[in-house]
């Protein structure tokens, strides 16, 4: 049986290890939804997700803040109108760990139960 990336759990990334490569990210990022870009030169996953009011925008925010702060594991976020970026990155070690694939796979899985 396959094990869905949302259903593991981040671990605590303080720096020493290298990003993953681009290999792995690009194999990583083949098991999420589609719109997840790989920017900043491969350092950064990026999703843009769209909502018809603003308070959809903040809802969906706060629920991935949830996630953020259950894992352990933040994404950077910019909340507009009808709007919501996410971007995961693992800055203690300048690039992608696997704790970004874990929790982009968890915003997939809570947008896949919102519809």
């Known amino acids: 049986m396959k094990c869905d990336l949302a259903d593991k759990h981040c671990k605590p990334c303080e720096g020493g290890v290298d990003p993953l490569s681009s290999g792995a990210a690009n194999a990583l990022l083949g098991t999420l939804h589609r719109d997840w870009r790989l920017v900043e030169n491969g350092r950064t996953i990026s999703r843009e997700f769209t909502f018809p009011a603003y308070s959809r925008s903040l809802g969906f925010a706060n629920a991935v803040a949830w996630i953020a702060i259950t894992e352990g594991h933040h994404p950077d ?36 139960d919102d519809n």
Do not use: E, P, Q, W
């Open 77 to 112: 976020m910019l909340v507009s109108y009808g709007r919501c970026v996410v971007n995961y990155t693992t800055h203690a070690i300048g690039g992608l760990s696997d704790n970004d694939f874990i929790c982009a796979a968890k915003v997939d899985r809570l947008i896949a």
